[in-house]
């Protein structure tokens, strides 16, 4: 990035940011939050477009567009708050009309007619009518409906008792209810007619409330300026990609513009734009969630991209999973939007690692006799040393995971404080890291044993130089020796700690196998001799398994983040403090 300050006459301003509005590629320091009055009707005029626009979003387009309204983010929220109000008095209503069922049809006046006879109504439910009641009281039973016996008794007196809690009498029948009940489902099916020919407009709306965003940052960024010389100056601090210098240089070079260039540092907080390729920027949104690096970070995005698509593959651990996946995601590209290629790709991990685990719908495929051997030596065994294979390997994919992230914060050490500054953490990084290859080599075979402890020698006592008495070298030695050993209890019981949080990918798969295999189960014992048995077998498995992908995606989504979040960031040292690259721009929704 480099850094501009730009100083102009304070009349000029307007146009001045106007013009960078235009090339759109200079961030200016600005608030990204509503500062005074102006920013906030502009915020709030933002907000119901949005709203406005979310809602037309699942609706489908009417043939006739209708009456163009005057404003259509007012008209839309309009309609869906009347909708929302009718659709909010239904529930009570089916409540009612359910209470009123047993009732049936009646004339509510007749119970006034009555009353002026002398006789009064008194209504009641039981599970069964005791012949006695029948005797003793006027006592006529209306419905038998949901298990109980509906019935009113008649009483002249004022002396009346009966040994049933009276029910409330109802106030209408069951017919008037229903017929209010299709008044205002109708009046909802007209609002979400006015909707959708309110979606022909969605265009427009887009294009509102990308001029009211380019309003609202322009204000911002205008409110920024810091004045000068009794107001007659502003100063505005902006930052722009190195790759853009020369289109901006000669726009501010032919507006006559006084700037000042300059690298940016780290100290001037400079936003970060982050530059990968297109299947690591698929993950940005991952590091969004955490945070940006700051200026002298690394990039954390293109190890995100490996492990959590891995990871996430080995929570889902199903071929025919992965397949639903990858067909889900292509259905909903329009829904989806951005997400679906995530989907996608995440969909094809899922298949090669649910192939390589021999898993497709929970039945292991090495039990198919028609799959090839050779086929069948691809996948990985069911045991490996004696332990479940997939276990095994959830805890080397997670060695391998900390002691990468160990290398990436020795890189980053030395790149930010130089090597001198850096051999405690060098030092940990050549323990860990060098014990785990060493161990490796030798349970392999590759190294004997005499050569395997002499290499481990010279590793533990170059690492304890670094970790107990050249950790810092501006420090008193014997507080290098004291924080060392405050470091090594805290590494070697973190340490375990986070290993075994990798075991967490194992589990899950096994739960999300263990689950479907008892569907599976499920489904065969009511297959029975068949007939009829095949459509109970196809709607148990069909729901059984699309549930269990619903949970399985759930945790396969917040496990391997927090593997990522936690584990990994912790002991790559990253902070993620940075803030988002966001130039002024005529259409900043992004």
């Known amino acids: 990035m480099t850094k501009y300050d730009f100083i102009l006459m304070s009349g000029d301003a307007d146009a001045f940011l106007e013009k960078l509005q235009s090339v759109g590629v200079v961030d200016i320091t600005r608030s990204l939050k509503p500062i005074d009055e102006k920013s906030e009707k502009l915020s ?10 979310s809602s037309l979003k699942a609706v489908e387009k009417a043939d006739d567009p209708g009456q163009k309204p005057t404003d259509f983010a007012v008209a ?33 006046k007749s119970f006034d007619r009555l009353k002026e006879t002398g006789l009064k109504l008194h209504f009641y439910k039981a599970k069964a009518i005791d012949p006695a009641w029948k005797e003793q009281y006027a006592l ?20 009346y008792d009966f040994p049933l809690k009276e029910l409330p009498a109802p106030d209408r029948d069951y017919a008037a209810i229903e017929q209010q009940i299709a008044d205002l489902e109708a009046q909802v099916k007209q609002k979400e007619h006015r909707l959708a020919q309110l979606k022909w407009h969605e265009p427009v709306l887009q294009a509102e409330l990308d001029k009211t965003l380019s309003k609202l940052d322009l204000h911002l960024a205008n409110a920024a300026g810091e004045k000068a010389a009794e107001d007659y100056i ?4 902006g930052f722009a990609p190195a790759m853009n210098e020369p289109a901006l240089r000669d726009m501010l070079d032919k507006e006559q513009v006084f700037y000042i260039e300059d690298k940016a540092k780290v100290d001037d907080n400079p936003p970060i734009k982050l530059n990968n390729n297109k299947f ?72 090669v690692v649910g192939f390589l685990f021999h898993t497709f719908f929970s039945v292991d495929m090495l039990t198919w006799s028609w799959l090839p051997e050779g086929v069948k030596r691809i996948m990985l065994p069911s045991q490996i040393a004696g332990y479940d294979g997939t276990m095994v390997l959830a805890l080397i994919v997670g060695i391998v995971h900390i002691c990468l992230a160990l290398i990436v914060k020795t890189y980053q050490a030395t790149k930010v404080k130089g090597f001198a500054n850096s051999l405690g953490t060098w030092g940990w990084t050549l323990l860990i890291v060098g014990g785990v290859i060493v161990g490796g080599l030798a ?42 050993l405050w470091e090594t209890y805290n590494t070697a019981t973190g340490l375990l700690g986070d290993v075994l949080s990798y075991l967490r990918l194992y589990a899950l798969g096994l739960a999300g196998a ?17 007939g009829a048995g095949w459509i109970a077998f196809i709607l148990i498995v069909v729901i059984g398994h699309t549930l269990n992908i619903a949970m399985c995606v759930l945790g396969a989504f917040v496990h391997p983040l927090r593997l990522n979040f ?18 002024l721009t005529q259409n900043t929704e992004n």
């Open 44 to 53: 709030v005029r933002a907000e119901i477009y949005r709203k406005a626009l």
């Open 76 to 108: 839309v929220m309009d309609t869906v708050r009347e909708k929302e109000a009718i659709e909010a008095q239904l529930p009570q209503l089916r409540k009612e009309a359910d209470e009123l069922v047993p009732w049936g049809q009646f004339d509510a």
């Open 140 to 159: 006529s039973e209306i419905s038998n409906f949901g298990g109980y016996s509906y019935f009113v008794v008649v009483s002249d007196s004022d002396d």
């Open 234 to 237: 502003t100063v505005f601090e």
């Open 280 to 351: 690591v920027s698929m993950f940005e949104l991952l590091t969004d969630m955490y945070g940006r690096p700051k200026y002298d970070e690394f990039d954390p995005t293109v190890f995100i991209s490996i492990f959590f698509m891995l990871f996430f593959a080995f929570c889902m651990g199903d071929m025919g999973y992965g397949l639903v996946l990858i067909g889900a995601s292509l259905a909903l590209k329009k829904v989806l939007g951005k997400i679906a290629p995530l989907g996608v790709t995440l969909g094809i991990a899922t298949t």
């Open 443 to 484: 349970l392999m075979g590759v190294m004997d044993k005499a050569l395997t402890k002499w290499i481990i020698i010279i590793i533990g006592g170059l690492s304890a130089l670094g970790i107990f008495f050249l950790n810092d070298l501006h420090r008193n030695p014997l507080l290098n020796v004291g924080s060392g």
């Open 514 to 530: 263990k689950l479907g295999e008892a569907f599976n189960a499920i489904g065969v014992q009511a297959l029975g001799d068949g």
């Open 566 to 583: 936690l584990e990994f960031f912790k002991n790559s040292g990253y902070e993620g403090s940075g803030r988002r690259y966001k130039p």
